[in-house]
C-alpha cells in the first residue's frame, strides 16, 4: 500500500520581493536631488533679497552707480525722524484696520452665499474672479473715472441735487487715503470670497441641515456652525490679504495718487517705492523695508494666534 501526503494547495499571490537594505536612503537622496533646482531658486530669490534688505538698510548708498558706504543704524535714526515716516504708518493702519475687517467678513458671508448653491451659482463664480482679471491699470484708470472731479461719483451726486457734497476725492487729503481703502476692497473681496465657497462646499452637509431642524437660521448657521469648521481656514486667508494689503498697496497709490496730497495718502510700501527709485536713496528705503518685514512678520503671528483653533 502506497501512502501519498497530501500536496499544499496552490496559492495564487506571490510573497512580497524583499526590501534591499539602503533602499529608503537611495529614495530620500532621489526626492532631494529632484528638490534640489526649487531648494536653490528659493535661496537664491527668496532668501536672498530678504538677507540684502537687512545688509542695504546698514548703508550710505545715494544711488545705484553711486560710492557705498557704512551707515550703521543712521538710517533707522533718519527713519524714526523724518514725519512722512510716521504719516506713512498712521495711513497703513487705517488701512489695515478698515480693509481687512470689511473685506473677509464681506467675503465670507459672499462665499457662504455662493456655497449654498443658489441659482446661478456658477455664473456668480465667475462674476467674482472678473477684479482678478482685470490688470492694475485698467483698475486704477476705473477708479480715476468714477473719482475725478468730474467723474461718475460727483455727477450721479450732482443728478440728485446732492452738488454740495461733490468732491475732488482723489485730490482731497481727507478722502484721498479712503479712495485707495475702497479699491482695494473692490480689487480684492471676489477673488477671496471665491476662496472661501470653494471651502465652504467641502463642509458637511449634515452640520447645516441638523442646525435649521434644531431652529437655526443661515445667519447663526453661517456664524455658529460653519465658521468654526473653517476657522483655520479664514486665518490663512486672513494671512493672505494682510500680506497683500501691506505689501501690494504701493502700485494703487502709484497709480492714483502718488501718495499724495503731501503724504496723506502715503503708505509704508509706497515710502519704499519713493525711496529707493524716485529719491535714489536706497539705504532709507530698505530701513523702512526691514520695518515693513517685521510689521508684517508680527502681523503674521497676531492673525494666526487670533485663528488658532481653540479645541
Same mark, same amino acid.
Given at each position: 500500500?502506497? $501512502?501519498? %501526503? /497530501?500536496?499544499? #494547495?496552490?496559492?495564487?499571490?506571490? @510573497?512580497? *520581493? &524583499?526590501?534591499?537594505?539602503g533602499?529608503?536612503?537611495?529614495g ?7 528638490a ?19 545688509v ?14 557704512f ?62 482679471? $482685470?490688470? %492694475? /491699470?485698467?483698475? #486704477?484708470?476705473?477708479?480715476?473715472? @468714477?473719482? *475725478? &472731479?468730474?467723474?461718475l ?29 475702497a479699491?482695494?476692497i ?28 434644531d ?6 448657521t ?44 502715503? %503708505? ?23 520695518i ?20
Amino acid at each position: 500500500m502506497t $501512502i501519498t %501526503t /497530501p500536496r499544499p #494547495a496552490a496559492t495564487t499571490g506571490r @510573497a512580497p *520581493s &524583499p526590501v534591499k537594505p539602503g533602499s529608503s536612503r537611495k529614495g530620500g537622496r532621489g526626492s532631494t536631488i529632484l528638490a534640489l533646482p526649487a531648494l536653490v531658486w528659493y535661496l537664491l530669490f527668496m532668501v536672498g533679497p530678504m538677507v540684502a534688505i537687512f545688509v542695504i538698510a546698514a548703508l550710505h548708498w545715494p544711488g545705484m552707480l553711486q560710492p557705498v558706504s557704512f551707515a550703521g543704524l543712521d538710517n533707522f535714526r533718519t527713519v524714526f525722524a523724518d514725519p512722512a515716516f510716521w504719516a506713512a504708518v498712521r495711513n497703513t493702519a487705517v488701512q489695515l484696520v478698515i480693509a481687512l475687517p470689511v473685506m473677509i467678513v464681506c467675503a465670507y458671508m459672499i462665499g457662504y452665499y455662493v456655497a449654498q448653491r443658489p441659482p446661478g451659482h456658477r455664473v456668480i463664480r465667475y462674476l467674482l474672479f472678473v477684479p482678478g482679471l $482685470i490688470s %492694475t /491699470p485698467a483698475k #486704477a484708470m476705473v477708479f480715476y473715472a @468714477a473719482l *475725478s &472731479p468730474d467723474g461718475l461719483l460727483n455727477g450721479a451726486l450732482s443728478g440728485l441735487g446732492l452738488d454740495s457734497l461733490t468732491d475732488a476725492w482723489l485730490a482731497s487729503p481727507s478722502t484721498a487715503l479712503y479712495c485707495l481703502i475702497a479699491m482695494d476692497i473692490w480689487a480684492g473681496i471676489g477673488f477671496t470670497a471665491v476662496l472661501f465657497a470653494a471651502r465652504l462646499s467641502s463642509v458637511p452637509e449634515d452640520l447645516g441641515e441638523a442646525a435649521q431642524l434644531d431652529g437655526a437660521g443661515h445667519w447663526r448657521t453661517m456664524w455658529r456652525i460653519h465658521f468654526p469648521v473653517v476657522r483655520d481656514y479664514v486665518g490663512v486667508v486672513t494671512m493672505l490679504q494682510l500680506l497683500w494689503t501691506l505689501f501690494g498697496s504701493a502700485q494703487h497709490v502709484l497709480l492714483l495718487t502718488q501718495g499724495g496730497p503731501g503724504t496723506s495718502s502715503t %503708505t509704508l510700501s509706497f515710502l519704499v517705492y519713493q525711496k529707493a527709485f524716485i529719491e535714489a536713496d536706497l539705504g532709507y528705503s530698505q530701513a523702512v523695508g526691514v520695518i515693513l518685514f517685521l510689521s508684517g512678520l508680527v502681523g503674521l503671528l497676531t492673525v494666526r494666534r487670533v485663528f488658532r483653533a481653540s479645541h
